[in-house]
């Protein structure tokens, strides 16, 4: 069965900001994310974030990528890892990841890391001991296409956040298959290695291990651009911070990422939209929901 979202019982998992919250109890993200070519994954993935209620954000990422994002940002505090000579992070800043992400509710792993063997490494490295819960994202799904049974090693609650390109990579399979059968897809990859998908695309797919199917209700072809995705890891990441299970973090995150983007449609058209232009819209919702 699946289980259309709405935004009532969206708003019924995320409670009113409580009076005596201070930064660190408000959430605390790690995201690990950006790559000399990818280096505005890592500003969307944390635009996405901050403006999702988390109290406290850090990037951590290349000397490269934590210089830009200060040109956009000024609230994350950044973590500088070691670069490879493509200027991806290199597989030895796993240890530094895993020792600082250690104190952070959650951790969001991916959004532009690029591909090469030092980014499998790293991928590998934390899924395989770090302890909190987790949003896989992009490069950091197309690192396990590899070998998906780590998967089942996994010490933590992990969300896969794939599109049909890169679910028919993990799962080796095509796109068309996928498309055919995106729920069964879903289902099958949550159940087997007992994650969280979240299957995106028009209509995006929530799928739990223990057979619970979403399917979100919001959203519009405007969100067709590249980075759209970015900024809803940074979403979901910031939900999973504050507390929020794995089904609910990422079937809000995909929600309000979508209902934000609809009114942006409404004032931008979905021609001129782009990405970051739906984080000026999520107040709203946060707003009509009193939150
Ligand atoms: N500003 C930045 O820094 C940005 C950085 N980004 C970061 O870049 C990294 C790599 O991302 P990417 O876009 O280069 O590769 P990827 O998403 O695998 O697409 C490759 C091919 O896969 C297919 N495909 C894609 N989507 C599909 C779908 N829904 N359904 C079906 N097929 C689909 C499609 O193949 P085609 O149809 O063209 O044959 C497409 O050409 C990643 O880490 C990301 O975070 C981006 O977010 C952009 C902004
Ligand atoms: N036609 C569409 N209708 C609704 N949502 C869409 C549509 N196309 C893309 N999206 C949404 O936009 C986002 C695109 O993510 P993704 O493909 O990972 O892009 P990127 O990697 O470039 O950030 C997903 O949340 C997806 O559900």
């Not at 259309?4 to 995201?31: N, Q, R």
């Not at 095509?174 to 729920?183: F, G, K, Q, S, Y």
């Not at 007992?194 to 959203?219: C, F, M, R, Y």
Request: proline share 5%; glycine share 12%.
């Amino acid at each position: 069965m699946r289980t259309l979202l709405d935004e009532k019982t969206v708003f019924s998992h995320i409670p009113p900001k409580a009076d005596d919250l201070h930064k660190g109890s408000a959430g605390k993200l790690y995201l690990v994310a950006g790559s000399r070519s990818f280096r505005g994954a890592a500003v969307l993935a944390t635009m996405g974030a901050l403006r999702s209620g988390c109290g406290y954000v850090s990037l951590a990422s290349t000397p490269e990528v934590c210089d830009n994002i200060s040109h956009h940002l000024i609230t994350p505090t950044l973590s500088v890892l070691p670069e490879n000579a493509e200027g991806r992070i290199s597989r030895s800043a796993a240890q530094t990841v895993l020792r600082e992400a250690a104190g952070y509710g959650a951790m969001v792993l991916g959004c532009g890391l690029g591909l090469d063997a030092d980014t499998e490494a790293l991928v590998r490295g934390v899924l395989l001991h770090f302890e909190g819960p987790l949003v896989l994202d992009a490069d950091g799904i197309n690192a396990l296409a590899r070998g998906i049974d780590i998967l089942r090693e996994a010490p933590t609650k992990v969300i896969l956040t794939p599109h049909e390109g890169e679910m028919a990579r993990l799962c080796r399979s095509t796109i068309e298959a996928v498309h055919r059968d995106r729920e069964g897809a879903a289902r099958t990859l949550a159940k087997d290695y007992g994650v969280w998908v979240v299957l995106k695309g028009p209509h995006t797919l929530i799928a739990s291990p223990d057979g619970q199917l979403l399917e979100n209700t919001s959203g519009n072809s405007g969100l067709a651009k590249g980075g759209s995705g970015d900024i809803l890891s940074g979403m979901i990441g910031s939900l999973l911070a504050q507390g929020l299970d794995p089904l609910w973090a990422a079937a809000c995150g995909v929600y309000l990422h979508g209902a934000a983007a609809d009114l942006t449609a409404r004032r931008m058209s979905r021609y001129c939209m782009q990405p970051p232009d739906l984080l000026d819209d999520l107040p709203e919702i946060f707003i009509r929901n009193g939150r």
